[in-house]
């Protein structure tokens, strides 16, 4: 079984930044696509970013090109949200998740993947 833990959240002003962080246990991660996904109350959960199983290739919802980053350290188990300029509507709860399929560009759809951990919580003020 996959265990994924998701760190680094918080509150922040508009414009601000935080850095995610999501520990991976249980299984060989540089064979799994990875993202990242957020939900606000009340809202489906969305993909945020996404990467191949090696990091070579990412993919982005529209809503945060040029502001967000997503990395990888295999080697560390540990996969990274990088989030510049914030704004309130980044605010929600972000998940991280990993799946074996495998489609390029590496799917933001949230139905691709099966396995995810519990979340941390992104807050944005104006």
């Known amino acids: 079984q996959v265990h994924l833990e998701e760190s680094g959240g918080g509150s922040v002003q508009t414009g601000g930044s935080l850095r995610l962080s999501c520990a991976a246990s249980g299984y060989v991660v540089n064979r799994y696509f990875m993202g990242w996904f957020r939900q606000a109350p009340g809202k489906e959960r969305e993909g945020v970013a996404t990467?191949?199983?090696?990091?070579?290739?990412?993919n982005y919802a529209d809503s945060v090109k040029g502001r967000f980053t997503i990395s990888r350290d295999n080697a560390k188990n540990t996969l990274y949200l990088q989030m510049d300029s914030l704004k309130p509507e980044d605010s929600g709860m972000y998940y991280c998740a990993a799946t074996g399929a495998v489609r390029i560009p590496p799917p933001l759809d949230v139905n691709w993947y099966d396995n995810w951990g519990q979340g941390t919580q992104v807050t944005v003020s104006s």
């Open positions: 990467t191949t199983a090696n990091g070579n290739i990412a």
